[in-house]
Antibody, heavy 119, light 110 residues
Framework: EVQLLESGGGLVRPGGSLRLSCAASGFTFSSYAMDWVRQAPGKGLEWVSAIRDSGGSTYYADSVKGRFTISRDNSRNTLYLQMNSLRAEDTAVYYC????????????WGQGTLVTVSS | QSVLTQPPSASGTPGQRVTISCSGSSSNIGGNTVNWYQQLPGTAPKLLIYDNNQRPSGVPDRFSGSKSGTSASLAISGLQSEDEADYYCATWDDSLNGVVFGGGTKLTVL
């Protein structure tokens, strides 16, 4: 059974940084691309970033490009999202997700971690 | 404003069949497969349909998906009270080089 456990969320001031982690189990982590998707309070889903299985290629939404960095450690079965220059509009639940195939097709989701950007 | 357009709400009575539409363009739905997600209140999204019409194991066959041109649809037959949730379509967008989601449809079972 696929299990994805996010951690690292919390309260951070505007302009601050935070690193999210996602511990994966139940599948061969190094064989799959991985994604981050977020959901602002009371709003819809917004894709944030994706990374290929080897980590060699990364993809970002325009809203986070240049501020967020996705990475992975296949030896630790862990996905990361380094978030810098955080803004109030980055406040959201951040979900780690595993695609069924490809980079982003048919995502299986973790339970999410809440990031609140506020002074 | 979402790249993919969904009706904000839909409703039906138990046992009824309801459909939810998702409209896009040639750069997204027109050239890529569509996925559908269900989000029950207070929970993480769950994969319902991938590659336009494929159901993951464990998803009842009451749920079905289809795609034609730049539009896609999710159909739910034999509607049940536990189907009351938010439903999102999603696909890759070749112009944006990223995933785009619909704004979500809130399904109410009357």
């Amino acid at each position: 059974e696929v299990q994805l456990l996010e951690s690292g969320g919390g309260l951070v001031r505007p302009g601050g940084s935070l690193r999210l982690s996602c511990a994966a189990s139940g599948f061969t982590f190094s064989s799959y691309a991985m994604d981050w998707v977020r959901q602002a309070p009371g709003k819809g889903l917004e894709w944030v970033s994706a990374i290929r299985d080897s980590g060699g290629s990364t993809y970002y939404a325009d809203s986070v490009k240049g501020r967020f960095t996705i990475s992975r450690d296949n030896s630790r079965n862990t996905l990361y999202l380094q978030m810098n220059s955080l803004r109030a509009e980055d406040t959201a639940v951040y979900y780690c997700a595993k695609p069924t195939r490809g980079i982003t097709v048919g995502l299986d989701w973790g339970q999410g971690t809440l990031v609140t950007v506020s002074s | 404003q979402s790249v993919l357009t969904q009706p904000p709400s839909a409703s039906g009575t138990p046992g009824q069949r309801v459909t939810i539409s998702c409209s896009g363009s040639s750069s997204n739905i027109g050239g890529n497969t569509v996925n559908w997600y269900q989000q029950l209140p207070g929970t993480a999204p769950k994969l319902l349909i991938y590659d336009n019409n494929q159901r993951p194991s464990g998803v009842p066959d009451r749920f079905s998906g289809s795609k034609s041109g730049t539009s896609a649809s999710l159909a739910i037959s034999g509607l049940q009270s536990e189907d009351e949730a938010d439903y999102y379509c999603a696909t890759w967008d070749d112009s944006l080089n990223g995933v785009v989601f619909g704004g979500g449809t809130k399904l109410t079972v009357l």
